[in-house]
């Protein structure tokens, strides 16, 4: 199983960006596919999970801010991120879970900078 992650890069606080996640396997297949995010000198953090059944858990620092959707038809989740803070930079993961075993995709960059 491969998760393909893209979509980082800088942004000035207030701006977007968009992630996307693509899976090798049906994202269907997944019990939880999402992203995490690490900043340095912190910990790695959920910030947003599909779980099956279609729902979808955010951290509380995101919400209202951060959106998760699934592209069924190209097995890929993608993260939107508006009104984005400095504090929202960090290395973002795709994570997915599948079966006993979890997936990790490389990271990407999010930098948010004037």
């Known amino acids: 199983v491969q998760l393909q992650a893209s979509g980082g890069g800088l942004v000035q606080p207030g701006g977007s960006l968009r992630l996307s996640c693509a899976a090798s396997?049906?994202?269907?297949?997944?019990?939880?596919i999402g992203w995490y995010r690490q900043a340095p000198g912190k910990q790695r953090e959920l910030v947003a999970v599909i779980r099956s059944g279609g729902y979808t858990d955010y951290a509380d620092s995101v919400k209202g801010r951060f959106t998760l959707s699934g592209d069924i038809g190209r097995d890929m989740v993608h993260l939107k991120m508006n009104s984005l803070k400095p504090e929202d930079t960090a290395v973002y993961y795709c994570?997915?879970?599948?079966?006993?075993?979890?997936?990790w995709g490389q990271g990407t960059q999010v930098t948010v900078s004037s």
């Open positions: 396997e049906n994202i269907f297949s997944f019990v939880t």
């Open positions: 994570h997915g879970y599948r079966g006993s075993n979890a997936y």
